[in-house]
């Protein structure tokens, strides 16, 4: 594990636990076992680590989703690994998310553009999702199913995080599902548009080529593993290239896939891409 990463699992621990006001530098060094001198070579200060908290909770539900729904074989199994794959997060942080609204940190304009970057982009995979599913019906309810599907998670993920460890997610899952499809083949009056659920409809919430740049330089810098160095240096070259080598990109790719650190910028590409 990276030692920024460690930090952050950390105080995320410790924040959960004792609040995030409440929990000093000093508390998340010792827990994690280092020097005030090392934590304050990975973070600036307490707000910088909460903010990069954040950052990798979104980054990391965002490419696990991609990386869970792509695995499934049919279109019911990739909705469902969907659900679950979320409902898994707010079991294991649902308490930090409760303490950071309820103490409402860094909860500035960038931050809330930020969230807005991520959503867009959970909505494009919902969309895929959707329009795969439910073919015949997908060109005119998908952004009604879009809000169908966030409000069902936003109402059983409140009780998951106040209910930790009671429900059967897979069960939970089945019945979620089940009701999503019948909307979608029977309902008949759309609402929504893709103007009226974009965050912000003229922007566009896209992955370009120096954003990937920049998360793989990021890597490069942390990552100690050869191998892992060497697979990130050939995914740099490719991208470089006019014309990147398809069968190169997607062998390093599946390299990534193993590791947790390099999900996101393996949901980048991916997504850059297309594959």
């Known amino acids: 594990m990276l030692?920024?990463?460690l930090i952050m699992e950390a105080a995320i621990e410790l924040f959960s636990k004792k609040g995030i006001d409440a929990t000093s530098v000093q508390q998340i060094t010792e827990h994690c076992?280092?020097?005030?001198g090392a934590f304050y070579l990975s973070f600036k200060s307490k707000d910088e680590l909460i903010i990069a908290i954040i950052d990798y909770f979104v980054k990391n539900v965002t490419s696990n989703i991609e990386l869970s729904v792509s695995k499934q074989q049919t279109t019911q199994d990739k909705l469902a690994a969907y659900f679950i794959e979320i409902f898994n997060v707010l079991q294991k942080y649902g308490d930090f998310a409760t303490v950071f609204m309820k103490e409402q940190h860094i909860i500035d304009e960038s931050f809330i553009e930020k969230m807005a970057y991520y959503d867009d982009?959970?909505?494009k995979l919902l969309l895929d999702i959707i329009s795969e599913l439910y073919p015949e019906n997908a060109a005119d309810l998908q952004y009604d199913l879009i809000v169908i599907v966030k409000g069902l998670l936003a109402s059983y993920g409140d009780l998951i995080v106040k209910n930790v460890n009671q429900y059967?997610?897979?069960?939970?899952?089945?019945?979620i599902v089940?009701?999503?499809?019948?909307?979608?083949k029977h309902g008949k009056k759309a609402f929504f548009t893709k103007e009226m659920v974009a965050n912000q409809p003229n922007r566009q919430s896209v992955i370009t080529k120096d954003l990937i740049l920049e998360e793989l330089q990021k890597l490069l810098v942390l990552i100690q593993d050869d191998v892992l160095?060497?697979?990130?240096?050939?995914?740099?070259?490719?991208?470089?290239?006019?014309?990147?080598r398809k069968a190169?990109?997607?062998?390093?790719?599946?390299?990534?896939?193993?590791e947790p650190e390099?999900?996101?910028?393996?949901?980048?590409?991916?997504k850059y891409f297309q594959y």
Do not use: F
């Open 168 to 175: 059967d997610l897979e069960k939970l899952t089945d019945s």
């Open 3 to 5: 030692k920024k990463q």
């Open 229 to 244: 160095k060497d697979t990130l240096c050939i995914l740099e070259e490719q991208i470089h290239l006019e014309h990147p």
């Open 178 to 184: 089940e009701k999503i499809e019948i909307i979608a």
């Open 262 to 270: 390099c999900h996101w910028v393996r949901y980048m590409i991916k």
């Open 121 to 123: 982009l959970n909505n």
């Open 248 to 258: 190169i990109i997607i062998g390093m790719l599946s390299i990534l896939e193993k």
């Open 33 to 36: 076992g280092i020097s005030k």
